[in-house]
């Protein structure tokens, strides 16, 4: 229950910063009776009152059954299959944000290395990160991957990819 | 599993044909940029025109799609360019809506009006059976208190044409936009909008079948293709605009440059082949050379801006 | 029919139709280039071919993206294509249960199925369904859009209120960039690559894939993925039977969406899932791994890639991205479609159809070609499935404009999606509402503006007011479901105790 709080809270919280930019949107004479503020305005008011109902729901339930607080949260997997992923006290956390700073890094860094061997890099690191081991196969892997995937996006589908500063090929 | 192993070899062979003919793309071509998609209006009207222009000018040009930020990205690509005549952009209003909008780093300002090529002829029309004759039917409808008007987007020239109909003819019509020509078409087809603007050839298919008719041509000129309708200026209300087909450099074009497409674009312009192509599409020429552009995107963008200023859209 | 088997045989239509749709599949099954994007990266090629060839060959991709969509939604749980979304539920949940390739099987099978009704659609009733088309106002899409919302209850799963706020963060996605009716920039911090609004495919990618990356990085210790031993197998008489209601409710569905300019083909494929689950004898299965919520979506979107093409052909009116693309096709070789087409250019209308026919039958033996190397991807150790998702990633988002923007606002809704699990929020609402937000806002707004500001105008508008009715019985009816569930679960938890 203590998730649905802090989802309730979360999202209680975003809808009012919301409501607060919908209101500072300009208006023009170009526009309608509703405006560009009217439906941004309901949806962060419709969003405030289902925040509020999930908290209110939340507290009522923690009132109910107040002995079996691990019990509660087991609730059974959603359509979406929604897995909640295990919090565990060495904070995983970290490594969820070291799997982000991998794509950041390479947002950062291809424009200038280049797409093959950021991608390369991409795929080594992800390797390394989701618990594979860091040896020949891996960067094996790695470099062709970057290659077949290099093949597959810029020469065969012609996607520009970032070039980086390499010099364009003869 | 021999299939699939059959089928490898031969992407490997494809991706290899592939990457032999990209490595043929000489250094030396001219790029020709536009932020429309492949299909859209300026991509067409670029790889249409480069193959004649590659006869007449004896170099090759490449047609570069940077599409995203309505213009804002291919605007800063041309910017950050070198002014050695090898980028062009294409330009269209778009590119100058687009900067007074976002307000965005680069604007059409930033770069250099090369020449223009061609104007798009905007018309007014209705669909055929929907009663209505001509333009002062509709504004007549609108003056009675009904009156619903259709331009394809919220902030765009059509807009401004839809809007400054309505100011200068006094009267109170409710002006519909979309997300571009077709669900607006429709609309017109359908009797929900009394009259539309848009541009000939996305029209012509409905024009030919006869379940559209034109009311009026905002523009200076009839339409050679259509010499019975009169511009709207004809009817009696002041209003013309001009939707234009240019290419633009990064600041600081050569003179040696400038000369070259002034030289050019007339002959392209004269060239039957690619005439009949263009008139097809409704195109109609209409070459400006470098001084006169650079004045004409002048004006037009201190017009366009001050129309945007007058309804508030920006501050 | 005769004759079009010999065109296929002896012109090089059948080639065509054959290499659009290995391209479209390949497209497709990359997370981020969708049909449109597939076919916009071909446009170029086609400048010097054979007008004939050049429709086909995209005509074909469109068909070929529509089936590929749904490969990495079943394997890796990534819609390629927003229409995919639907069929993510079940497929990966089939994918998990080892079946893999069953589900696979069964997209294929159902997605030609729906391409050939589709098809068959196109050719005969191309006439009176462009009438449709005519029919709607934006009231009416306004109602199609709210119908299209209205399938959030049953795709909410346990929790309805966290449907309800995923739907509504969906919604206020939706409302980035510039506003349908005045022009005004909304929410884009002065970003010119926010004015033409967040595309719903980043939103998806970001919350499926790279949301899936990080919830897989906080879960320390890999195995090999549990569908080793999947095979490929194509349905059985049994199953082929028990999918037919499926799939005929997703082919109606995709034949009415197609129709309808600007729908895309989303609408019909959760309509079609919500539908086959409330006709469906096993409706327990529906949401953990159903057949039957595979058939149902992946026909509807098969169908649409065929129907789409009713207005396009009839009235010259793209319905949708892809079929704009295939307008500057058409354009680009001198045609315009519409009225006059059939009249001035009977032999590419006869040989669009024809390479459709020969498109569908290739996407039978494609798509068979195409599961072996992506089963056997996916059967790989765990960090390198995962670090090959995450590349081909960041090279699809990249691919839709080549911006390193779009790509970072993929990223960016990977800690979304990864929060969104943490709290057990469901995904699919929130595509809903980013998917269908615009399409309700505009029209919402324009309705009114054609009636002076009279909400009445919805009910008046008798295609409206037909919508809005069914959206109501299917709220009403869904709301009644999950009370009398609740109910039920309190009673249980009450006898527990």
Request: glycine share 12%; net charge neutral; proline share 6%.
């Amino acid at each position: 229950m203590h998730r649905d709080l802090a989802l309730g809270g979360t999202m209680l919280a975003l809808s009012a910063g919301y409501y607060w930019m919908a209101a500072a949107i300009p208006t023009s004479q170009l526009a309608d009776a509703v405006g560009p503020q009217g439906l941004p305005r309901v949806y962060a008011l419709l969003l405030g009152v289902v925040s509020l109902a999930l908290i209110v729901t939340a507290l009522r339930k923690r009132t109910q059954m107040p002995t079996t607080p691990g019990a509660s949260d087991a609730r059974p997997t959603d359509s979406a299959g929604s897995r909640p992923p295990v919090i565990r006290p060495t904070s995983p956390l970290w490594r969820v944000a070291g799997m982000l700073a991998i794509g950041v890094v390479y947002i950062l860094v291809a424009p200038w290395l280049g797409y093959l061997f950021s991608i390369a890099a991409v795929i080594l690191a992800t390797v390394y990160y989701q618990g594979g081991a860091l040896g020949r196969q891996a960067g094996a892997v790695a470099l062709s991957g970057g290659i077949v995937l290099w093949l597959l996006f810029v020469v065969l589908m012609r996607v520009a990819q970032p070039p980086g500063w390499w010099p364009p090929l003869p | 599993m021999t299939s699939w192993k059959t089928y490898l070899c031969a992407l490997a062979l494809a991706t290899c044909a592939t990457a032999c003919d990209r490595s043929n793309e000489s250094a030396a071509v001219v790029r020709l940029v536009t932020h429309s998609s492949p299909g859209g209006g300026s991509d067409v009207f670029l790889r249409e025109m480069a193959p004649h222009l590659s006869r007449i000018m004896g170099r090759t040009f490449v047609v570069d799609n940077l599409q995203g930020g309505s213009g804002a990205r291919a605007i800063a690509a041309l910017v950050g360019a070198e002014p050695d005549g090898r980028m062009f952009y294409a330009t269209t209003p778009t590119f100058v809506y687009t900067s007074l909008l976002s307000r965005p780093a680069a604007r059409y300002t930033d770069l250099d009006p090369l020449v223009n090529l061609f104007f798009d002829p905007e018309v007014l029309y209705t669909a055929s059976d929907s009663g209505f004759e001509s333009l002062s039917d509709v504004i007549d409808h609108a003056r009675s208190g009904g009156g619903a008007w259709g331009a394809a987007n919220p902030a765009s020239l059509e807009r401004q044409v839809m809007e400054q109909l309505k100011l200068k003819a006094g009267v109170a019509a409710a002006v519909i936009t979309f997300e571009g020509g077709g669900a607006m078409l429709i609309n017109v087809l359908n009797h929900t909008l009394d009259m539309g603007v848009g541009e000939l050839q996305e029209l012509r298919s409905q024009l030919d079948a006869g379940t559209l008719r034109l009311l009026a041509v905002v523009g200076d000129d009839r339409l050679p293709q259509y010499p019975d309708v009169q511009t709207v200026k004809e009817q009696g209300i002041d209003l013309a605009v001009r939707k234009f087909r240019g290419l633009a450099g990064p600041r600081g074009l050569p003179a040696d440059v400038i000369a070259a497409w002034e030289t050019a674009i007339p002959i392209l312009l004269d060239d039957p082949e690619y005439r009949k192509i263009y008139i097809a599409n409704g195109l109609q020429p209409g070459f400006m050379p470098h001084a006169e552009y650079v004045e004409f995107m002048d004006t037009f963008g201190r017009d366009t801006e001050a129309f945007l200023r007058d309804t508030g859209v920006i501050e | 029919m005769i004759g079009a088997f010999t065109a296929i045989v002896t012109t090089a239509i059948g080639p065509a139709a054959f290499a659009g749709v290995a391209w479209g599949i390949l497209g497709g099954a990359l997370p981020g280039i969708s049909p449109s994007i597939a076919m916009a990266l071909l446009l170029p090629f086609t400048y010097g071919m054979d007008p004939t060839i050049a429709i086909v060959l995209l005509a074909s991709t469109y068909v070929g993206a529509e089936y590929g969509g749904s490969i990495p939604a079943i394997l890796i749980r990534t819609p390629g294509t927003n229409a995919a979304a639907a069929t993510v539920v079940d497929g990966y949940a089939m994918k998990e249960q080892g079946k893999a390739g069953e589900a696979l099987g069964i997209s294929l099978y159902s997605g030609v199925l729906g391409g050939m009704v589709g098809l068959v659609v196109l050719v005969l009733l191309t006439e009176p369904l462009s009438r449709v088309a005519l029919a709607f106002t934006p009231a009416a899409y306004f109602a199609l859009g709210v119908l299209g919302l209205s399938v959030i209850a049953s795709v909410s799963g346990a929790s309805l209120t966290k449907g309800l706020m995923a739907a509504l963060l969906g919604l206020m996605i939706a409302t980035v960039g510039t506003d349908p009716v005045s022009g005004v920039n909304r929410f884009t911090f002065g970003s010119p690559e926010l004015l033409s609004g967040i595309p719903p495919i980043l939103v998806m990618v970001g919350l499926f894939a790279v949301g899936e990356l990080l919830a897989q990085a906080g879960e320390p210790g890999w195995q090999q993925a549990a569908s080793g031993a999947a095979r490929i197998r194509f349905p059985g008489s049994a199953m082929r039977k028990r999918i037919a209601r499926p799939q005929a409710i997703g082919s109606v569905m995709g034949v009415f969406e197609g129709v309808m300019p600007g729908a895309g083909g989303t609408i019909s494929a959760f309509l079609a899932y919500n539908e086959a689950r409330r006709w469906s004898s096993h409706k327990k299965e529906f949401g953990h791994g159903s057949p039957e919520g595979i058939a149902a979506p992946e026909a509807a979107n098969n169908t649409v890639a065929c129907t789409a093409l009713v207005p396009l052909l009839s009235l010259g009116i793209p319905g949708s991205n892809s079929s704009a693309i295939l307008l500057g096709g058409f354009l680009i070789h001198g045609l315009i479609p519409g009225p006059t087409l059939f009249v001035n250019h009977p032999d590419i209308v006869n040989g669009l159809y024809t390479g459709l026919l020969a498109a569908n039958l290739s996407l039978l033996v494609l798509g068979f070609v195409f599961m072996i190397p992506c089963l056997w991807l996916v059967n790989r150790p765990k960090p390198y499935l995962m670090a090959f998702v995450y590349a081909f990633v960041l090279s699809g988002v990249y691919a839709i404009e080549g911006s390193l923007f779009h790509v970072g606002v993929a990223i960016g809704f990977g800690p979304v999606g990864y929060a969104m699990r943490y709290f057990t929020v469901p995904f699919l609402p929130m595509v809903l509402g980013v998917v269908l937000g615009f399409m309700v806002e505009s029209n919402y707004r324009r309705a009114l503006v054609l009636a002076s500001g009279d909400h009445m105008t919805f009910l008046q508008d008798s295609i409206s007011a037909g919508l809005l009715g069914l959206a109501f019985v299917f709220v009403a009816g869904s709301a009644v479901r999950h009370g009398v569930d609740a109910i039920r679960r309190r009673r249980l938890a009450r006898a527990a105790v």
